[in-house]
């Protein structure tokens, strides 16, 4: 066998050559991968952005079609520590007033509960006060490269309005011919007690993080408009008792009853001769007392509400002159007002009522029976709302 020095291989200069060609590709590879997976993350962080803003803004929208007033609670922030920009709003419902803002504190520092680059939204039922550090709520957006700018536009200016991208007039805004209604008072004060108004404002935030930035125009969806309606309630019998009031207003049952305060018995002198020549000497009784009507009820807690109503009464009349005019005669107006009665306080409340009511002095027979027809209406209507059972 023989060999040859020529026979196949690699020499040491090629494969050197060959290392540092694959150890080349190798890193330009890997450094694609490294751009690629930082790309991939940037990405997704941008993402996060862009759904943060679209979440927002879809937030403030919805929220500006349930509020009855939007405003710049602080339209700025200036050099102190916590002043601020703060947008409020207002709106009420069955469950009563409710108040909420977005905020944010451009001097803050990173390390704090609200940073500078945040927006913070709270919420409460009474007015919330504009940079109030003591106050607490939600951070709903971070990373903003400047506070939370508010534009504010009075409605006579809105025909000229123009959209911030654009440059262009709005369209959906009133035209320069057509008068906007102004702010009106809502009768509720905002945390310095000035009023807050309703009305066609135009509230322009524009929020901006290193991602994106948003414009939104907001307009209170439920706003005064200049066209009034009077409305006129008539109020149930459970309501009239004292709904309008300080009093309670669970009562839903009503009793009566009688506080004798003290009775008479009088003869008079003024008799009449009978046919068989007998005497009938008139007599009577003189009564004083008071007819109660007590309204009561049952709270949520358990306890029981209370509202009494007390109605002096009397067949007594001080006005009338008894010497030339005895008692026991009709009154000019042929009732039996003032006169005496014939017989004492006798059998049940209520129809003791009955047959006093005749004789009560004048002024007094009209508010008992008010207030009678008002308790028979109250037990009829019972817990039902305040509605008679049949209507």
């Known amino acids: 066998m023989s060999s040859s020095k020529d026979e196949a291989g690699f020499s040491l200069v090629e494969t050197v050559i060959a290392t540092a060609l694959f150890a080349l590709v190798a890193l330009g590879a890997f450094e694609a991968v490294r751009q690629l997976a930082a790309a991939t ?39 102190a520590h916590d002043d601020c920009v703060q947008v409020d709003f207002y709106a ?24 500078g680059d945040a927006l913070e939204r709270l919420a409460g039922r009474a007015p919330l006060a504009p940079c ?58 905002d945390a310095h007690g000035a009023d807050v108004r309703g009305g066609n404002t135009l509230v322009e935030l524009r929020v901006e993080t290193a991602d994106a930035a948003r414009t939104v125009d907001l307009v209170p969806g439920v706003f005064p408009n200049g066209f009034t309606e009077v409305l006129r309630y008539t109020c149930s019998a459970r309501c009239d008792v004292g709904h309008d009031t300080a009093a309670p207003k669970t009562l839903t049952t009503c009793a009566l009853t009688w506080n004798p305060g003290w009775s008479t018995r009088i003869a008079w002198s003024d008799y009449v001769t009978n046919a068989d020549g007998t005497l009938s000497f008139p ?6 007392g008071t007819f109660i009507f007590t309204y009561t009820g049952t709270r949520a807690d358990g306890g029981i509400d209370s509202l009494p109503k007390p109605y002096a009464a009397t067949n007594w009349d001080v006005a009338r002159d008894y010497a030339a005019f005895p008692p026991d005669r009709p009154a000019a107006d042929g ?29 007094e027979a009209a508010p008992i029976a008010a207030e009678r027809a008002r308790c028979d209406a109250v037990r009829l209507q019972g817990t039902s709302g305040g509605f008679y059972a049949n209507g």
């Open 132 to 189: 109030d550090p003591s106050l607490h709520g939600a951070i709903v957006l971070s990373g903003q490269t400047a506070p939370l700018a508010i534009t504010t536009t009075a409605p006579e200016r809105l025909a000229t309005h123009t959209d911030p991208y654009t440059a262009q007039p709005d369209s959906p805004f009133v035209a320069a011919s057509v008068p906007a209604t102004t702010p009106i008072p809502l009768g509720v004060l």
């Open 335 to 363: 009732s039996s007002a003032g006169s005496f009665a014939p017989w004492d306080m006798h059998g049940d409340p209520s129809s003791w009522l009955d047959a006093f009511a005749p004789y009560l002095a004048a002024g």
């Open 41 to 79: 993350r940037q990405l997704a962080a941008r993402h996060r952005g862009y759904v943060a803003l679209e979440r927002l803004t879809s937030q403030w929208r919805a929220e500006a079609r349930s509020a009855t007033a939007i405003w710049a609670g602080s339209p700025s922030a200036g050099g």
């Open 92 to 115: 009420a419902d069955a469950a009563g007033p409710s108040f909420w803002s977005y905020r944010s504190f451009p001097n803050h520092g990173a390390a704090e509960s609200v940073p």
């Open 283 to 288: 007599s009577g009784w003189f009564v004083a």
